[in-house]
């Protein structure tokens, strides 16, 4: 059985190019105990992939060696099983790479049977209903301790994580604003995911006055994508005993070894802010939770997901470039054919 993969090619500078990946073929090999094979049928597309291609070790994250595996989350159908978790045909996701075939075992971290909903297309499974929309249930529910009343703002607001989270706060019954980088992202957020307020960084000449005029009670909660100026502004704007929850910096993510500088930290002090970084995956205990109300968000409407979906393997450095070039809105993946039902 021969398994097309995408590996590194060379380390990218800034936004990766197309040169920077190359598609290579290689066999699959046999299966061990406790191990499954799962013929891929969706890749999910995540920021986090650019920090594994810098040489950088201080992530919680390894690098990508050169001609290694491009990491990412994975869904696919069992076609092999030695482990009893797995029957032939159930679909297995977990953390694999740019594959055709992947094999996961036991130690793969959130290896998981997902018991997809037939009436549910599969790409959601790797948006709203996969780790995106699982880390913004977690990242608000448990780590942010969000509760109803709260004032909450979502940095990326438009994107794969912050679009769900935006909408997981008002329907919890908080005041929900986004951050966003368009004047189109900012309608999408206000007039489809139906958040009280969006701000467009890049065309607000005062960020700091834009968010206050918006929550002008302070923020309770911020949950930040983004890192750099954003957060450096919602420093001093947060509410005494504030909290700010850490998902992500993609803001510095295409130029590591220049991290947007932090100006604001004493806020911290000034207004005895929680500041708190998690990783979705450590937080297993809070999966059946987010997954069954996700689940039922989506199904009655409530929970607007989208996604962008490209098609092919060999189409899969041009998905992720357009992910870092910041484009994007939703979701973004790759399914691995056209048979694969997308939302
Ligand atoms: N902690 C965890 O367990 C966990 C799990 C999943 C994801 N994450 C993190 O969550 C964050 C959001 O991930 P996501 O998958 O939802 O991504 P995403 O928001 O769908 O895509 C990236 C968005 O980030 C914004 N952005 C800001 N600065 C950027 C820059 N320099 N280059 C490219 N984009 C930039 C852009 O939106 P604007 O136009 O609005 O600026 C862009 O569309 C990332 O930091 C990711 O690493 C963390």
């Known amino acids: ?27 699959v090999r046999e299966l061990e105990d406790g191990e499954i094979l799962i013929e891929n049928q969706v890749f999910a597309i995540d920021p986090a992939i650019r920090g594994m291609l810098d040489d950088i070790q ?23 099983s030695r482990n009893s978790a797995f029957k032939e045909g159930d679909y297995g996701r977990g953390f694999a790479g740019w594959e ?67 909408q997981i706060a008002r329907l919890s019954g908080c005041r929900s604003v986004g951050i966003v980088g368009s004047p189109s992202k900012a309608e999408l957020v206000t007039g489809t995911f139906g958040l009280d307020a969006a701000i467009n960084y890049r065309d607000t000449g005062d960020l700091a006055a834009a968010i206050k005029a918006a929550c002008p009670d302070g923020t309770d ?18 509410s005494d005993f504030g909290r700010i929850v850490v998902c992500g910096m993609v803001a510095n993510y295409n130029d590591q070894n220049n991290p947007i500088p932090i100006h604001n930290l004493w806020q911290v002090l000034v207004h005895r802010i929680t500041m708190k970084g998690f990783l979705a995956y450590e937080h297993l205990d809070m999966l059946e939770e987010a997954e069954a109300q996700l ?40 399914r691995l054919n056209e048979s694969v039902s997308t939302l």
Request: glycine share 12%.
């Open 100 to 166: 055709e075939y992947s094999i996961l075992n036991p130690s793969n971290f959130a290896i998981e049977n997902v018991h997809v909903d037939p009436t549910v297309p599969l790409t959601a499974y790797m948006g709203a209903l996969g780790w995106s929309g699982i880390t913004a249930y977690i990242g608000l529910k448990k780590i942010g301790e969000m509760k109803a009343g709260d004032t909450v703002v979502m940095s990326a607001a438009a994107g794969a994580v912050g679009s769900v989270g935006g």
């Open 295 to 334: 689940g039922s968000w989506i199904k009655s409407g409530e929970l607007i997901a989208l996604e962008n979906v490209t098609t092919g393997i060999e189409n899969t450095p041009s998905a992720f470039i357009n992910l870092m070039s910041g484009v994007t809105t939703g979701k973004t993946v790759v």
């Open 58 to 80: 201080d992530s919680y994250l390894p690098a990508v060696p050169i001609d290694g595996l491009i990491p990412t989350m994975v869904l696919g159908r069992v076609v092999k």
């Open 221 to 238: 909660l911020y949950f930040d994508n983004v890192g750099g100026t954003i957060l450096d502004t919602m420093l001093p704007l947060m």
């Open 1 to 27: 059985m021969i398994n097309r993969q995408i590996v590194l090619a060379s380390r990218p500078s800034g936004v990766p190019t197309p040169e920077n990946f190359k598609l290579v073929e290689n066999p």
